[in-house]
């Protein structure tokens, strides 16, 4: 079975700082990897995922993120948030064959202060 | 493209009552997937369809709950009757095989 951990639920950062919020999974097989974001009374976005390929995936928005497979993370980062960034962030993961469902996080909210 | 229609966003009702949750997904998607969120966990799946066809169903919590699809089209999530611990935010997601998913925006469920 696979599950992910999202060790901090809240995050507060000043604007213009960098951030970096925590993903870890286990899984024995292969999994492909993801963060989406949710603003206010919004549906879930993608922001970015691992597929394969090179480990440093970058996203929308200006985020990025580095699996590592032998520490079994995937952490986001940004290099410098704006106030439009709060919003909740989750990671997943999915099998790589057959139905595809994820598997989520509990969810980091991202809480970028003036 | 329209995108993943859900409604209502939000429902109130009491316990023992029934409620039907309505998912719209993008025209020629194949693939439909219900998940849920209860207050502070984890989003879960639920289940899966194709088409019409129930594909995965392991996470459908007990027999007071009911997903259909008619004609591969539009689906509904019917609880009955609701409990407490049914209260979340329930999203309805498509995909189009080969491709990635669409999320809508959630039913918010608040079981009193």
């Known amino acids: 079975a696979q599950s992910v951990t999202q060790l901090d639920s809240q995050v507060p950062v000043f604007e213009e700082a960098p951030v970096e919020l925590r993903c870890n999974y286990s899984s024995s097989v292969s999994v492909y990897l993801f963060w989406y974001v949710q603003y206010p009374n919004q549906g879930l976005q993608l922001l970015l995922k691992y597929l394969s390929g090179s480990t440093l995936v970058k996203g929308i928005n200006g985020f990025e993120a580095e699996f590592n497979k032998s520490q079994t993370s995937f952490h986001l980062r940004k290099p410098s948030v704006h106030i439009s960034d709060t919003a909740e962030y989750f990671c997943a993961v999915s099998l790589t064959s057959g139905t595809y469902k994820y598997i989520f996080g509990t969810g980091t909210r991202l809480k970028v202060l003036a | 493209e329209a995108g993943v229609t859900q409604f209502p966003s939000h429902s109130v009702i009491e316990k023992g009552q029934t409620v039907t949750l309505r998912c719209d997904p993008i025209s020629g998607h194949d693939n439909l997937y219900w998940y849920r969120r209860v207050m502070g966990k984890e989003i879960k799946f639920l289940l899966h369809f194709v088409k019409e066809s129930k594909q995965d169903e392991s996470g459908m919590p007990n027999n007071r709950f009911l997903a259909e699809r008619t004609g591969g089209t539009y689906s509904t999530l019917k609880v009955q009757p609701a409990e407490l611990e049914d209260s979340g935010v329930y999203f309805c997601?498509?995909?189009?095989?080969?491709?990635?998913?669409?999320f809508g925006s959630g039913t918010r469920l608040t079981v009193v």
């Open positions: 997601a498509s995909r189009q095989t080969g491709y990635g998913y669409t």
